[in-house]
């Protein structure tokens, strides 16, 4: 079946300006993951959404950085105010939730986000 | 001080050789552990969960020591294909819900 699918594949933005990022999880994942990888870097945590719980959001970096998800399907991510420091690749996973700790998580091509 | 620390290699290796990684972590109430692989520009893939007792899967080997907080994994009879950058992970949070990730090992196996 269809993996996890994200949108645009790539971003080129200018510094100040907003962006959006799209994740289409796999069909019947109720828990959807936001991460970014930075050069060199691991995966950062951003946030998670788990059906219709209150999201966990005490990855995300900034005020700057908020997400949704609709429908307990599509999320979006968006950054306000883009900074220089923000370029990375943003993956978004899902998983079935069955139990969170234990669960594979899927992951999506990732956008990848370059602030001029 | 990072939830998690991992050796970035590069680790170069010829064919058939064996070949270890470590990932050390210091939160102790850390849940589960899993190694991942990131082919370049690619996403991650679960490589393999890593349970209390160790576990094999072919010629993939997963530890992990509590008392001492590491996980290792260890490849026998490397391939050309192997060739990868392999991250740890493990989940911690209320619900096991937050996830942290080391920088990712790179491997480069040489015919």
């Known amino acids: 079946g269809a993996g996890v699918s994200q949108s645009p594949s790539n971003k080129v933005t200018e510094k100040g300006k907003d962006v959006e990022l799209r994740c289409d999880p796999i069909s019947g994942h109720t828990a959807l993951y936001w991460y970014r990888q930075s050069l060199g870097q691991g995966l950062e945590f951003l946030i998670y959404f788990q059906g219709n719980s209150a999201p966990d959001k005490s990855g995300l970096p900034s005020d700057r950085f908020s997400a949704e998800r609709t429908g307990g399907s599509v999320s979006t991510l968006t950054i306000q105010r883009t900074q220089q420091e923000d370029s990375a690749v943003y993956l978004c996973a899902s998983s079935l939730a069955l139990r969170p700790s234990t669960d594979t998580q899927y992951f999506g091509p990732g956008t990848r986000l370059t602030v001029l | 001080r990072k939830e998690v620390e991992q050796d970035p290699g590069p680790f170069n290796v010829p064919e058939g050789a064996t070949v270890a990684f470590n990932c050390t972590y210091s939160n102790s109430a850390s849940q589960s552990f899993f190694w991942y692989r990131q082919d370049c520009r690619k996403e991650p893939k679960l490589l393999m969960s890593?349970?209390?007792s160790g576990n094999e899967d072919g010629r993939f080997t997963a530890q992990l020591n509590r008392a001492s907080q590491y996980i290792s994994l260890l490849i026998r009879d490397s391939k050309l294909s192997d060739s990868a950058t392999y991250l740890c992970a493990m989940s911690s949070g209320l619900t096991g819900n937050q996830f942290y990730f080391g920088t990712g090992t790179s491997l480069t196996v040489i015919p």
């Open positions: 890593v349970y209390s």
